[in-house]
């Protein structure tokens, strides 16, 4: 088994990959990002989550980390590293990922990007356009020739929502929840209705563009733990992957880790 990490800006989660090619999602579990906290912090917790699975982490093969929050890298990786006798790979662009980059940075690359797209390429017909539904909506658009092209970023569901709330006077905090109805009839669901159909009308809309764009058919998926909500509120056909990026870094390790 490997012990994959996958560090974001809500949460931290941790994955197994098992099986033939590590392609296998053994189990996952998650914990707060928590920017200050030490290595020995999260050595304990991960732990402590790994025991009630329950996980041996002392018999892991190897440990892959996908961050987004580069001060919490080498915290993480250290942290793995003290609970499984194992240096970490680190995701990076410059590993053999099955894509080559057509942007101008691609240092800059969001790492959880690199690996949606890599799973995405290696897994679904092309081209392809991958949409990630977390603290921050990513998009990111693969061609036929597996060459990362860039994408979209846009402020999250939930990140918009509280900006909104926190920025007036009148408009409460909410969760966001699947819409029973398309127009929202009170203010609540106004500001329900309008981040669920609004980010699925940007959603069909990019899609439309980028397959224009293209010239050819695009194959559309999601991810994110928000992405069952706004499939429902969306024109196109959406494929929802709840493993996409755990997939991608099965595929990563394969290709660098062994």
Not at 111 to 139: E, F, N, S
Not at 181 to 193: C, E, P
């Amino acid at each position: 088994m490997v012990l994959a990490v996958d560090i974001g800006n809500s949460n931290i989660c941790i994955g197994g990959l098992n099986g033939a090619d590590h392609r296998t999602i053994a189990f996952t579990t998650r914990m707060v990002t928590r920017p200050r906290c030490t290595e020995d912090e999260y050595a304990a917790e991960m732990k402590f989550l790994l025991q009630r699975l329950p996980v041996d982490p002392t018999a892991c093969e190897g440990v892959i980390v996908c961050s987004v929050v580069p001060r919490l890298t080498g915290v993480l990786a250290a942290a793995c590293k003290r609970l499984t006798g194992r240096e970490a790979l680190i995701v990076n662009y410059t590993l053999d990922t099955g894509l080559t980059f057509a942007v101008d940075e691609p240092a800059k690359v969001g790492r959880d990007r690199i690996a949606d797209a890599a799973a995405a390429a290696a897994h679904y017909p092309l081209p392809c356009m991958t949409v990630d539904l977390g603290t921050a909506t990513t998009y990111n658009v693969i061609s036929d020739k597996k060459v990362f092209l860039g994408g979209f970023i846009v402020p999250g569901v939930q990140t918009s929502l509280r900006a909104i709330s926190a920025g007036t006077a009148q408009l409460p905090p909410i969760a966001p929840e699947p819409p029973e109805h398309l127009i929202g009839a009170n203010t609540v669901a106004a500001l329900n209705n309008g981040a669920m159909f609004g980010t699925a009308a940007m959603l069909d809309g990019l899609a439309d563009r980028v397959e224009a764009e293209l010239g050819q058919p695009l194959t559309v998926v999601a991810t994110g733990g928000l992405a069952p909500y706004i499939m429902p509120c969306c024109k196109r056909k959406i494929i929802y992957d709840v493993d996409l990026l755990f997939k991608g870094l099965a595929l990563i390790w394969e290709r660098n880790g062994k």
